[in-house]
């Protein structure tokens, strides 16, 4: 699929502007802090799950009550009209050929797209926050009706958070306090579960898809993904085993649980491990690429992943989600670049950023756009 | 800023829920324009309300007497009991006129975020209309939670649901489910699966 024509309405710092957009590579020039990043995050939003960026508000230009986004999608023989209003605070609304649809997470069915910035470039050396937020991500991309069961996670975590804050220090002076914390680690220990065995259905499935592209590139070696977990049994996908998993880990929990005031286990703490067998010794152990990989190698292992996300995507919907790339190449080194280059050819669409264009060394860009304080034109 | 009195009324108006600081304006300036007896009239309701208007001493709904009319209607069947979270809520399933039963409004629902907890709640004051007593009133076999199918309205239920069940009450939530004259495809994933979970027989 790809996004034809973009229309955008105080977002972030573009006041009224709109360009066309090609099929194949589309190079965003422009210097620094002229609203690059803003653009692709503007083709991000198109899919009505929010910015990879943070929350709504910050999309929204300064002194505008909304912003507003309009595009042309083109998806196999299809052209859809993609409306979206983004009002924090107040709820998005989107519309599709005209019609509003219930919930703007429906966009996701017809505008799709994977973000990759220099903060998916350390996806793999990061925080596992990254890592969960990147599988979580996927989680809904893949069925974007999840995006309900993430957002009830998330708040029946703060919930329970909020109520271990607040919890009377002395033991038994406080029966309703316990009382009531027994009904969250029910609710936790349900979505928890749910949430859980999600993240690793995808995982499996994200797995052979991010070890092909991580042969393609390393010339030999394999990439593993594990889920790393506490409390889940590993290997064990079943919800029903996840829960009773989960409450048994929260009653042993119980005692540093309230001396921590802090929900100490569960899926908030669980990571993503990548592990990396040596093209030297194929037979040899796999061995976690966090802790061992050099830094162009575990840049390698972040490419693979979100390329990989790109192919999931790709084969489970039919179409190709736009590929956006964020001052990615700028960071690699030739023999990576020629890789990435060479990946992005294939893809229906890709809108790409980079302050030194002459340096990208990549054939075949459809267009050119430059950004220059939030005002775009053509620039062949 | 506006002077004085023009500017106390915008910043009263801007604490109400729902309006922020651009609706407070139209509204002030609109009560501005109106004529004196329709401001008037405005400023006398919202005196009386907080004069006149209390909380039924029985069920905590809004009323202007001392109970309030379901719980005066001797019509309602009272053995059964719906816990709802706010009074807007009884007008809802009033709406529905499926139901002949008495209320109890929990005045809230429990939520650590906003430091509600279930003792801030309107819960003794239900377990008290459980119990038996001498008055000559038939014992209730029924409450029905009417909190809302969200995170804290769903913690609400299940706390009552625990603290009720020793006292040998039938206790019933609301079924969650589809949207009637609704498309299932359009159903998200978790509504979907609590209508799956909850789904009914159709075999006799």
């Not at chain 1, 429906?106 to 797209?113: D, I, N, R």
């Not at chain 1, 999840?146 to 002395?170: C, D, F, G, K, V």
């Not at chain 2, 004196?36 to 006149?52: F, G, M, N, Q, S």
């Not at chain 2, 309107?122 to 008055?135: G, K, V």
């Amino acid at each position: 699929m790809r996004v034809a024509t973009l229309a955008l309405e105080d977002f972030r710092n573009f006041v009224r502007q709109q360009t066309g957009l090609g099929a194949g590579i589309n190079l965003i020039v422009g210097r620094n802090a002229q609203g690059k990043t803003n653009l692709l995050e503007a083709v991000h939003c198109l899919s009505g799950l929010g910015s990879p960026r943070g929350p709504d508000h910050m999309l929204v230009r300064s002194g505008a009550e909304r912003a507003v986004l309009h595009a042309d999608v083109v998806r196999g023989p299809r052209h859809v009209r993609v409306d979206l209003e983004i009002r924090p605070g107040r709820g998005n609304r989107a519309l599709l050929n005209g019609n509003p649809v219930p919930s703007p997470r429906a966009l996701a069915e017809v505008c799709s797209s994977v973000f990759f910035g220099p903060d998916e470039l350390s996806l793999v050396k990061g925080s596992p926050e990254g890592r969960r937020r990147f599988l979580d991500d996927l989680v809904v991309g893949l069925r974007p009706a999840r995006e309900t069961l993430r957002r009830e996670w998330e708040r029946i975590l703060r919930q329970r958070n909020a109520l271990l804050r607040s919890m009377p220090r002395e033991r038994g002076a406080a029966a309703t306090a316990t009382a009531t914390l027994e009904v969250w680690d029910e609710a936790l220990c349900r979505v928890g579960a749910e949430l859980t065995a999600a993240r690793l259905e995808v995982l499996a499935e994200l797995a052979p898809y991010a070890a092909k592209r991580y042969e393609a590139v390393a010339g030999g070696g394999r990439l593993e993904l594990a889920y790393a977990s506490t409390w889940a049994p590993a290997g064990e996908g079943n919800v029903a085993a996840l829960q009773s998993a989960l409450q048994s880990a929260l009653q042993e929990a119980r005692e540093r649980e309230l001396e921590r005031r802090v929900s100490l286990v569960g899926p908030q703490r669980d990571d993503v491990v990548v592990m990396l067998v040596s093209a030297g010794d194929p037979a040899g152990e796999a061995r976690d690429a966090r802790a061992y990989a050099s830094q162009g190698d575990q840049r390698t292992c972040a490419l693979a992943l979100k390329l990989g996300e790109h192919d999931l995507l790709s084969d489970a919907t039919g179409e190709q989600p736009v590929l956006l790339l964020d001052d990615v190449f700028s960071e690699l080194d030739p023999a990576r670049r020629r890789w990435l280059g060479g990946a992005v050819a294939a893809v229906d669409q890709t809108v790409l950023t980079s302050a030194e264009p002459d340096a990208l060394d990549i054939g075949g860009v459809a267009r050119v756009i430059e950004v220059r304080a939030g005002e775009l034109r053509d620039a062949q | 800023m506006f002077a004085g009195p023009l500017q106390d009324l915008i910043d009263e108006l801007s604490k109400l829920p729902g309006i922020g600081p651009k609706s407070a304006q139209r509204v002030a300036f609109h009560l501005l324009k109106a004529p004196a007896d329709d401001a008037a009239a405005l400023a006398r309701a919202i005196v009386e309300v907080k004069d006149k208007v209390r909380l039924c001493r029985t069920c905590f709904n809004v009323s202007d007497q001392e109970l309030c009319e379901y719980c005066r209607d001797p019509r309602r069947d009272a053995t059964v009991i719906c816990a709802v979270q706010e009074p807007p809520d009884i007008v809802a399933i009033e709406r529905t006129r499926e139901y002949r039963g008495l209320y109890h409004v929990l005045q809230g629902a429990i939520s650590p975020i906003e430091g509600v907890g279930p003792d801030d709640l309107r819960i003794s004051e239900l377990l008290s209309r459980l119990r038996p007593t001498a008055e000559d009133r038939p014992p209730v076999e029924e409450v029905i939670v009417a909190t809302s199918p969200n995170v804290e309205g769903d913690a609400t239920a299940l706390y009552l649901a625990r603290l009720l069940q020793p006292l040998g009450v039938k206790i019933t939530r609301l079924a969650s489910g589809l949207p009637v004259g609704g498309d299932l495809e359009y159903a998200d994933e978790v509504t979907l699966g609590r209508a799956l979970v909850g789904r009914r027989s159709l075999s006799a």
